[in-house]
């Protein structure tokens, strides 16, 4: 792997309440670089202790308003100035985003970009935000004022670190919130980056921490009574779980889950045309994005030819080293994720799918986490394969008799993240756009757009990040009633 030397400059501390800190205790994580498997570097991992520490400091935070009292254009100021270091920081992102996670350097030079755009968005959109509106109802004038929810505990995953910070953690800080940004294992090293650039802005102490840690720090910042609003990125079973938590106190959650996408094509789409975006919509990351095409519905005159053309292209993929930029897929995030993803290979087959292209190690690349992007045919759409997110590049290709069969497949899921159909017939498009039940859908295999209002649908969650939807999410309500109603009315206010 070309670059792997790991040079940090807070290697022994932890981003706690907006400052560098001396963690509670020596407990560490071990990073192993996916493409090899070996160790790359132990750098601290958050314990209990540390994330009361960051709950503490920014309670007393939101006590005194030192966040929330500043002035909108004050808070953009500090966001603003994050947003800088992190572009100042866009090569140390990309590297240590790719070396840790297997995300293929050009995509992770991606996410970067599109992360930093987002909070460059997020600054425009901040400035449209009705903080305090006069409005006139049946009693009279009102005020109707957007104030903070409070501590905010955002739990990211680990295939959308810079992404995350557009999307939730910026917005929540510019509504007036303090955040806590919990990020998983395999974000230690683009995490430290992170946390560097926060640094640097200068937040009022208690008003950011970032740090990785295990599944019990998760809980214990879940189920703080301090933490007034969850945001959650992950699998659809833990996010339940964070939900029902939440509930016993009423804390507000935003719930971003799991996705089963169906990617429709259409009789009159030219496979050759769409081939490439339909490849590029299911194996980008590795299949590791709730948003891949992991159903691929065709008609079933054209199943076999669409098989054909899919092998052809999945054997031609640049496989191997993600920091190359020359590679097109790399390996898995963690050997666990491997595992798991073989393993609901073999029970597809069991259940009586065929391999068309895939299910094992890459020849040559046996020491890392590598999986090829495996094709399946021969699913029917109830089999375990089909119905259950995978998160690792598991593929099947699905026919269906005509377009309201497709459309009942693709609504045959208990996910509602994200559909896309590929024709030339417009008409045809926005019909069935209507009728899937998903948060976004795009035309000819659209990227969903983050900018844009962007959640699910049934057990892809709920609540929205993006857009000024996302944003007034991250806020509460408070209704001012200036002077009594007058007599004719008194009646009618109770």
Same mark, same amino acid.
């Given at each position: ?39 790359? %570097? ?21 006590? &005194? ?10 808070? $953009? ?9 992190? =572009? ?27 992360? !930093? ?32 929810? /409070? ?19 910026? #917005? ?31 937040? #009022?102490?208690? =008003?950011?921490? %970032? ?25 659809? +079973? !833990? ?10 106190? !009423? ?18 789409? &030219? ?15 590795? /299949? ?20 054909? +053309?899919?092998?052809?292209?999945? /054997? ?42 895939? @299910? ?17 045919? /021969? ?18 290709? %699905? ?14 899921? +208990? ?33 969903? $757009?983050?900018? =844009? ?7 892809? @969650? ?19 009633? #200036? ?6 009315? $008194?009646?009618?206010?109770?």
């Amino acid at each position: 792997m070309t670059g792997t030397a790991v040079s940090l400059p807070h290697t022994s501390e932890l981003f706690l309440a907006s400052r560098w800190r001396t963690p509670s205790s020596d407990k560490v994580f071990t990073v192993l670089d996916p493409h090899s498997g070996q160790q790359l %570097i132990d750098l601290p991992d958050a314990a209990i202790d540390d994330a009361k520490l960051a709950i503490d400091l920014a309670v007393r935070l939101v006590q &005194d308003g030192g966040w929330s009292d500043l002035a909108s254009e004050e808070r $953009s100021e500090f966001v603003a100035r994050w947003r800088a270091a992190l =572009a100042d920081r866009t090569e140390d992102l990309n590297v240590n985003n790719s070396r840790e996670t297997g995300m293929p350097i050009r995509l992770a030079s991606g996410m970067t970009d599109l992360g !930093i755009a987002l909070i460059d968005d997020d600054l425009e959109l901040v400035k449209t935000v009705p903080f305090v509106e006069q409005r006139e109802i049946l009693t009279g004038t009102v005020e109707v004022h957007r104030e903070a929810i /409070g501590l905010t505990l955002i739990i990211g995953t680990y295939n959308g670190a810079v992404t995350g910070l557009g999307m939730s953690v910026a #917005p929540a800080l510019l509504m007036g919130n303090p955040v806590i940004l919990k990020l998983p294992p395999e974000n230690h090293l683009v995490g430290q980056v992170i946390a560097e650039a926060a640094a640097e802005a200068g937040f #009022p102490e208690g =008003a950011l921490s %970032i740090f990785a840690g295990d599944a019990d720090v998760s809980r214990y910042l879940v189920a703080h009574s301090a933490v007034d609003a969850v945001h959650f990125t992950g699998g659809t +079973k !833990i996010g339940a779980e964070v939900a029902a938590v939440a509930a016993q106190r !009423i804390a507000r959650v935003t719930l971003e889950l799991g996705g089963k996408t169906a990617a429709i094509v259409a009789d009159d789409a &030219d496979l050759d045309v769409v081939l490439p975006t339909l490849v590029g919509g299911a194996v980008g990351n590795q /299949g590791q994005m709730c948003i891949a095409s992991t159903r691929i519905l065709v008609s079933r005159s054209r199943h076999d030819v669409l098989v054909e +053309k899919l092998v052809e292209a999945f /054997g031609k993929l640049t496989v191997g080293d993600p920091l190359d930029p020359a590679t097109e897929y790399g390996p898995l995030a963690a050997e666990r994720v491997r595992d798991r993803t073989r393993a609901f290979i073999g029970r597809a087959v069991t259940d009586g799918a065929t391999i068309a292209y895939g @299910g094992d190690v890459p020849h040559g690349l046996s020491d890392g986490y590598y999986l090829l992007p495996t094709l399946l045919t /021969g699913v029917d759409n109830s089999m375990e394969v089909a119905q259950e997110e995978v998160f690792g590049p598991v593929f099947c290709v %699905i026919p269906y008799d005509d377009i309201d069969d497709a459309v009942r497949i693709a609504n045959d899921s +208990k996910y509602g993240l994200y559909g896309t159909i590929f024709t030339t017939d417009s008409d045809l498009a926005h019909d069935v756009a209507r009728r899937v039940r998903v948060g976004q859908f795009g035309i000819d295999g659209t990227f969903p $757009s983050l900018a =844009a209002p962007y959640g699910g649908m049934k057990e892809s @969650g709920y609540g929205r990040v993006g857009g000024i939807e996302g944003m007034l999410e991250l806020s509460n309500i408070k209704v001012i009633l #200036p002077g009594a109603p007058t007599s004719e009315t $008194s009646e009618v206010a109770v």
